[in-house]
T-cell receptor
Framework: AQSVTQPDIHITVSEGASLELRCNYSYGATPYLFWYVQSPGQGLQLLLKYFSGDTLVQGIKGFEAEFKRSQSSFNLRKPSVHWSDAAEYFC????????????FGTGTQLKVEL | GAVVSQHPSRVICKSGTSVKIECRSLDFQATTMFWYRQFPKQSLMLMAT?????????EQGVEKDKFLINHASLTLSTLTVTSAHPEDSSFYIC????????????FGPGTRLTVL
């Protein structure tokens, strides 16, 4: 079955420190991959996406993610975290084609210590 | 571009009443819209896929008579929670997909439903 796993439920980092949020997927073929951010009581905002090509993807707000086929991973990174980055982060995958659904990971709650 | 709105953003209703939530794509036509439900501190669970002009496709375990979905135009889908009960209290999020078979979805800001 298709699935997306985010192993870390909670992560706490100090402001200015680097960040890496993990995401692993299980699909028959390489899916399209997404990272979304959700602030409390808000909808989802797309940070970045990977469809094909360069495996290092740049997104908004200084985020980037690297697709590693050998590890079935799509980890999100930021070199220096800001207090405003505190939020819930969701990794998601889509198998491509109109009949497929977007499958979400369980999310990682990021707390930023000042 | 690619903005999706939801209305209302927050609703409180009495048990037994029905509540309608609107999802609109403001600057694009959405052949397909999706309705998700999110419980506190959990991920989004897909409830149903709504295609313009046809019946919605519900996920397993979602009561179609409880959660009525109408997608009457390319820019509007509605979710009606009928005879709401406290266990229906949740955060409901819609998304819209432009075109016929694209993969990217654009999400609305969500609707917080509280049933007393």
């Amino acid at each position: 079955a298709q699935s997306v796993t985010q192993p870390d439920i909670h992560i706490t980092v100090s402001e200015g420190a680097s960040l890496e949020l993990r995401c692993n997927y299980s699909y028959g073929a390489t899916p399209y991959l997404f990272w979304y951010v959700q602030s409390p009581g808000q909808g989802l905002q797309l940070l970045l996406k990977y469809f094909s090509g360069d495996t290092l993807v740049q997104g908004i707000k200084g985020f980037e993610a690297e697709f590693k086929r050998s590890q079935s991973s799509f980890n999100l990174r930021k070199p220096s975290v800001h207090w405003s980055d505190a939020a819930e982060y969701f990794c998601a995958a889509h198998g491509g084609g109109g009949g497929n659904k977007l499958t979400f990971g369980t999310g990682t709650q990021l707390k930023v210590e000042l | 571009g690619a903005v999706v709105s939801q209305h209302p953003s927050r609703v409180i209703c009495k048990s037994g009443t029905s509540v309608k939530i609107e999802c609109r794509s403001l600057d694009f036509q959405a052949t397909t819209m999706f309705w998700y439900r999110q419980f506190p501190k959990q991920s989004l669970m897909l409830m149903a896929t709504s295609n313009e002009g046809s019946k919605a496709t519900y996920e397993q375990g979602v009561e179609k008579d409880k959660f009525l979905i109408n997608h009457a135009s390319l820019t509007l889908s509605t979710l009606t929670v009928t005879s709401a009960h406290p266990e229906d209290s949740s955060f409901y999020i819609c998304s819209a997909r432009p075109g016929l078979a694209g993969t990217e979805q654009f999400f609305g800001p969500g609707t917080r439903l509280t049933v007393l």
